[in-house]
């Protein structure tokens, strides 16, 4: 065989892989409910159920401000609340490679434990699989998450709309730079620690605050605020502005940037949030965001334009404007 | 932000400067990616007057690599002993016919690292594998390198080498006056390559071309005043060597560093993507480091390779053509579906117009 092959670069969260997305996988996914490509789908019923699933695969499995076993409860719990759900049940996949230490494995479950207890779900099925020496890396993992709707309509990626205030909870790109610096190929003497943590006590807050005013959340994990922005822009088919000066700063994660030359906008993060909310209840979200663990830093830093749409621009420090593009390959290697 | 604020003020400050100083038209060429993406990223564009056009040049060593030097690496790749570790910035571009990724995707063993110290690790762990470090770059990287290879040379490393592609920028600079395509009426020069050079090599082009070289830092008052001292001397007639990034860069240079690339390397005749083969601008390992020179060491066959026919790399490289008016750019040729390197490195000028330019924010 010689055809195409699969490359990191479409796994790096950006352009690229939602490109492979879009053309290989989509087609094989339900035409009414799978096609939607939100953090989580809602399924129809009295219940109200919704449903995700995601894969951890991380290196190195322990990081600064989490490991692979907390990563892979908050991932999946984030991503049943960036839909206005309440997650409640969890199912753990493990692939786990010949020659892993045991210890890393008790490790991971202890966290398990710990960010299930945190986030108040239950973990209640899963599956585990030994696989040869170099057929994976250490441990790789899968949850599924189920969780309640806590509000009809709930928040989606297509409902921005021109006028709404633009929410983050906190700095960004954390993660990422915790992952690089501990990765040790850097030398950098960074403190900064991931941010890693479950979000839907927060969003609970949040909707309880703004109810259906709360337009759209994403969380902006690969591909980071950038990646996170340009998608509700193009779902919804508005533009934004965002304001450079009114971001929560992490002066590690700046630092390490400016060296690095990454732009932060760009950088992963796996406990941040954007709230796409309407005006009238962007200031009491916010002061519910504040008031939580979670968002004592939240900020106001933007607004949903009319268009044009799919954009995102920023206007920088200096009072002059660029474009925030979506990372297009493999940025970082793998940090979630 | 109060400091926030201070520094606005500055900016536009210097703007209305310039533009009181720029009364007829000038154009002035940056020649270093960071200077590019700095530019792309504050938006400086927008704070300049219309009679003051800023052209990106060769300053982006990626880009600068010429096809023939990728179709090396990919040779090297392809070779199962062979280990190629390199800058993430390489993975990308096309060669004649593929890239390193589309090479490791299909199992050729490339790693990204983000120093050639971190590749000589790899050949220390790995003494069943060739490691070959891509040396991109220029005077900036190259003293790195340099060391990386003497510490080589030190250990007695039997698996380890280096495929030199570093290139030295007024060399370049020299060639673009001298083929008088593009008028260039100032230099921003570079500030990291002028940490290591000095202001020596600058001065021999303002004295035989007369036309004036500022060096300047990245942040967006650091470029301003640039800017604004190249302007000041196009309207006074003048053409000099000013250093206006002097919090780091010395009259002299950094002194260790050039004793590490003379100890190292000779200057030899390079290739150039868009500028052809130009005299003593280019490193090349010193004979007595040769088994650490994978040109050497892998006998590799000089390639005559040219460019993808719809790329125009090479004339966005002498600023010839700006990215915005190459007729690839955002059709045939996207960050996603490159045809050359500017449009992949982080640091090219078709990467950073894509980014921040691509449509007129206003």
Same mark, same amino acid.
């Given at each position: 065989m010689s055809g195409p092959q699969v490359t990191l670069a479409q796994g790096g969260g950006g352009l690229q892989m939602q490109e492979l997305i879009a053309r290989?996988?989509?087609? !094989?996914?339900?035409?009414?409910?799978?096609?939607?490509?939100?953090?989580?789908?809602?399924?129809?019923?009295?219940?109200?159920?919704?449903?995700?699933?995601?894969?951890?695969?991380?290196r190195p499995a322990i990081f600064p401000g989490g490991d692979l076993g907390k990563l892979a409860v908050c991932g999946t719990v984030n991503d049943l609340a960036m839909?206005? !759900?309440?997650?409640?049940?969890?199912?753990?996949?493990?692939?786990?490679?010949?020659?892993?230490?045991?210890?890393?494995?008790?490790?991971?479950?202890?966290?398990? !434990?710990?960010?299930?207890?945190?986030?108040?779900?239950?973990?209640?099925?899963?599956?585990f699989k030994v696989v040869e020496r170099d057929s994976g890396d250490g441990i790789f993992a899968n949850t599924a998450g189920v969780g309640f709707l806590r509000q009809d309509p709930p928040p989606s990626l297509r409902r921005a709309?021109?006028?709404?205030?633009?929410?983050?909870?906190?700095?960004?790109?954390?993660?990422?730079?915790?992952?690089?610096?501990?990765?040790?190929?850097?030398?950098?003497?960074?403190?900064?620690?991931?941010?890693?943590?479950?979000?839907?006590?927060?969003?609970? !807050?949040?909707l309880k605050a703004g109810g259906e005013g709360v337009h759209a959340l994403h969380d902006p994990t690969r591909g980071g605020v950038a990646a996170a922005l340009n998608e509700i822009a193009e779902a919804s088919g508005v533009g934004m502005e965002i304001r450079e000066r009114d971001f929560p700063r992490d002066a590690g994660v700046d630092g390490a940037c400016d060296i690095l030359g990454l732009d932060p906008l760009q950088v992963a993060n796996e406990g941040k949030l954007v709230a796409i909310v309407a005006p009238e209840v962007a200031e009491a979200v916010l002061k519910a965001m504040r008031g939580h663990q979670y968002g004592a830093e939240s900020a106001l830093i933007g607004e949903v334009l009319e268009g044009p749409a799919g954009r995102v621009s920023l206007r920088t420090a200096l009072g002059t404007r660029r474009i925030v593009d979506p990372p297009s390959g493999e940025l970082l290697p793998r940090i979630c | 932000m109060p400091e926030e604020v201070a520094l606005r003020k500055q900016v536009e400050a210097l703007a209305r400067q310039i533009a009181k100083v720029a009364k007829r038209p000038m154009q002035f060429m940056e020649v270093c990616g960071t200077h590019a993406h700095a530019v792309g990223r504050l938006g400086l564009r927008q704070l300049l007057p219309e009679t003051l056009t800023l052209l990106s040049g060769p300053g982006c060593p990626v880009c600068v690599t010429p096809t023939g030097e990728i179709?090396?690496? &990919?040779? +090297?790749?392809?070779?199962?002993? @062979?280990?190629?570790?390199?800058?993430?910035?390489?993975?990308?571009?096309?060669?004649? &016919?593929?890239?390193?990724?589309? &090479?490791?995707?299909?199992?050729?063993?490339?790693?990204?690292?983000?120093?050639p110290t971190q590749a000589l690790e790899i050949a220390a762990e790995r003494p069943d594998r060739e490691v070959v470090f891509l040396g991109v770059g220029f005077e900036t990287t190259a003293p790195t390198v340099a060391a990386t290879i003497q510490t080589a040379a030190r250990q007695e490393l039997p698996n380890f080498s280096v495929l030199c592609c570093h290139k030295l920028i007024p060399p370049a600079m020299a060639a673009l006056l001298a083929g008088g395509e593009v008028q260039?009426?100032?230099? +921003?020069?570079?500030?990291?390559?002028?940490?290591?050079?000095g202001l020596g090599p600058y001065q021999a082009i303002v004295d035989e071309f007369h036309v004036p070289c500022v060096i300047a830092g990245f942040e967006a008052h650091d470029i301003l005043q640039g800017l604004l001292a190249l302007a000041e001397q196009v309207r006074d007639g003048r053409a000099e060597v000013e250093n206006r990034y002097?919090?780091?860069?010395?009259?002299?240079?950094?002194?260790?560093?050039?004793?590490? &690339?003379?100890?190292?390397?000779?200057? @030899?005749?390079?290739?150039?993507?868009?500028?052809?083969?130009?005299?003593?601008?280019?490193?090349? +390992?010193?004979?007595?480091?040769?088994?650490?020179?994978?040109?050497?060491?892998?006998? +590799?066959?000089?390639?005559?390779?040219?460019?993808?026919?719809?790329?125009?790399?090479?004339?966005?490289?002498?600023?010839v053509r700006r990215p915005l008016d190459c007729p690839a750019f955002d059709a045939a040729c996207t960050p996603l579906h490159p045809l050359g390197p500017c449009m992949v490195s982080s640091e090219g000028s078709c990467a950073a117009a894509y980014r921040y330019d691509r449509v007129e924010v206003k």
């Open positions: 290989e996988l989509v087609p !094989a996914c339900d035409a009414e409910l799978g096609r939607g490509l939100e953090d989580a789908v809602v399924l129809p019923g009295a219940e109200r159920l919704v449903l995700t699933t995601d894969s951890y695969v991380i839909r206005g !759900a309440r997650p409640v049940y969890l199912t753990l996949g493990l692939i786990v490679e010949e020659g892993t230490e045991l210890e890393l494995l008790r490790t991971v479950m202890r966290s398990v !434990a710990a960010a299930c207890a945190e986030a108040g779900v239950a973990l209640v099925t899963g599956d709309r021109p006028g709404d205030a633009i929410l983050i909870n906190g700095p960004v790109g954390q993660h990422g730079v915790a992952l690089l610096a501990a990765r040790g190929e850097l030398q950098l003497q960074v403190t900064v620690q991931s941010d890693c943590a479950p979000l839907a006590d927060l969003v609970g !807050a949040m | 179709d090396w690496a &990919l040779e +090297l790749a392809v070779r199962p002993e @062979v280990t190629v570790a390199t800058f993430g910035d390489m993975i990308r571009v096309p060669g004649s &016919l593929q890239s390193l990724g589309d &090479l490791r995707a299909a199992g050729a063993q490339v790693q990204v690292v983000y120093s260039i009426d100032g230099f +921003l020069a570079p500030g990291h390559v002028s940490t290591i050079l002097g919090r780091t860069v010395r009259t002299e240079g950094n002194p260790v560093a050039q004793a590490l &690339l003379e100890e190292v390397f000779e200057i @030899v005749p390079a290739r150039w993507r868009g500028l052809g083969v130009l005299p003593e601008s280019g490193y090349a +390992l010193r004979e007595k480091y040769a088994q650490f020179d994978a040109v050497w060491r892998f006998g +590799l066959q000089p390639s005559e390779a040219g460019e993808h026919p719809l790329c125009h790399c090479g004339e966005v490289l002498r600023g």
